[in-house]
T-cell receptor, first 113, second 114 residues
Framework: EPEVTQTPSHQVTQMGQEVILRCVPI?????FYWYRQILGQKVEFLVS????????KSEIFDDQFSVERPDGSNFTLKIRSTKLEDSAMYFC???????????FGPGTRLTVT | DQQVKQNSPSLSVQEGRISILNCDYT??????FLWYKKYPAEGPTFLIS?????DKNEDGRFTVFLNKSAKHLSLHIVPSQPGDSAVYFC?????????????FGQGTTLQVKP
């Protein structure tokens, strides 16, 4: 069964460093998303991406964040200058046209020290 | 942002019995609702969904009920199995198809005891 994959599974970085989280969505999906879950809190929407552009973003998704689909398979989230409060699980998700269901990857645990 | 609320942080049931997980929402613009299951160290897994034009959707042991007037939905698992032990998230969407974000509740941890 096709699935969303994410790398790395765990990333440790120092405050102020740049990180890139990678995702490979399900191959025939057209909609891509990033969510995050801070420990003990809700899963929160960050950004949605369709047709090579951002379709919606939350107030969390400020200028420090960017997304890119550099080729036909990868979807990346970049955090330019990490802060302690960026420590969270980051989930990538994808979906098909005409369907509400979003399929999530296993997540990347980001730890900012 | 409390648009989707799961007021019970945890639920414990005996194997073979019914599990009922509840979810309330405040935004009347939501038109589609989904339930996800999450095991530790894994991403949320889609379980079952329901459109706002329906009041019930069933898939095997899982049934979701929607009461639009009360802005309430529930997930019933019958019979419950130990493998169902996980965190269950209710989520809602206010935009058609996959154009919009999902808004999640806080989750309910279900423990099914053998």
């Amino acid at each position: 069964e096709p699935e969303v994959t994410q790398t790395p599974s765990h990333q440790v970085t120092q405050m102020g460093q740049e990180v890139i989280l990678r995702c490979v969505p399900i191959s025939n999906h057209l909609y891509f998303y990033w969510y995050r879950q801070i420990l003990g809190q809700k899963v929160e929407f960050l950004v949605s991406f369709y047709n090579n552009e951002i379709s919606e973003k939350s107030e969390i998704f400020d200028d420090q964040f960017s997304v890119e689909r550099p080729d036909g398979s990868n979807f990346t989230l970049k955090i330019r200058s990490t802060k302690l409060e960026d420590s969270a699980m980051y989930f990538c998700a994808s979906g098909t046209d005409g369907s509400y269901e979003q399929y999530f990857g296993p997540g990347t645990r980001l730890t900012v020290t | 942002d409390q648009q989707v609320k799961q007021n019970s942080p945890s639920l414990s049931v005996q194997e073979g019995r019914i599990s009922i997980l509840n979810c309330d929402y405040t935004n009347s613009m939501f038109d589609y609702f989904l339930w996800y299951k999450k095991y530790p160290a894994e991403g949320p897994t889609f379980l079952i969904s329901i459109s706002s034009i329906k009041d019930k959707n069933e898939d095997g042991r899982f049934t979701v009920f929607l009461n639009k007037s009360a802005k309430h939905l529930s997930l019933h698992i019958v019979p419950s199995q130990p493998g169902d032990s996980a965190v269950y998230f209710c989520a809602a969407s206010a935009k058609p198809g996959n154009t919009g974000k999902l808004i999640f509740g806080q989750g309910t941890t279900l423990q099914v005891k053998p």
